[in-house]
Nanobody, 122 residues
Framework: QVQLVESGGGLVQAGGSLRLSCAAS????????LGWYRQAPGKQRDLVAR???????KYADSVKDRFTISRDNAKNTVYLQMNSLKPEDTAVYYC????????????????WGQGTQVTVSS
């Protein structure tokens, strides 16, 4: 099972930027997709963005045009660049390995990072 380690969270003012990193213990090409999820207190964990092994990306509507997911294949690392941050982006952000199922949908495979806190002050 792939190991994932996140870093880069912190406290930032509204309108600011942060970049999260997720380092994988194996080649990102061997993983169907990697995704960033977030969970705010009392809420469910939701997909923020994901990138497939082929480089295709998908974003939640709430972060489109503000967040960018990218990948460094040589470092087996996925990044989430977050710009124009809002207080409602405050959450614990998790990196996850995703598996492509025969339905054509990507779902978490069970490998999660430990999470990193992002707090956006108003």
């Amino acid at each position: 099972q792939v190991q994932l380690v996140e870093s880069g969270g912190g406290l930032v003012q509204a309108g600011g930027s942060l970049r999260l990193s997720c380092a994988a213990s194996q080649s990102v090409f061997s993983i169907d997709a990697l995704g960033w999820y977030r969970q705010a207190p009392g809420k469910q964990r939701d997909l923020v963005a994901r990138i497939t092994s082929g480089g295709s990306t998908k974003y939640a509507d709430s972060v489109k045009d503000r967040f960018t997911i990218s990948r460094d294949n040589a470092k087996n690392t996925v990044y989430l660049q977050m710009n124009s941050l809002k207080p409602e982006d405050t959450a614990v952000y998790y990196c996850a390995a995703l598996r492509l199922y025969f339905t054509g949908l990507y779902r978490p495979s069970g490998s999660w990072g430990q999470g990193t806190q992002v707090t956006v002050s108003s």
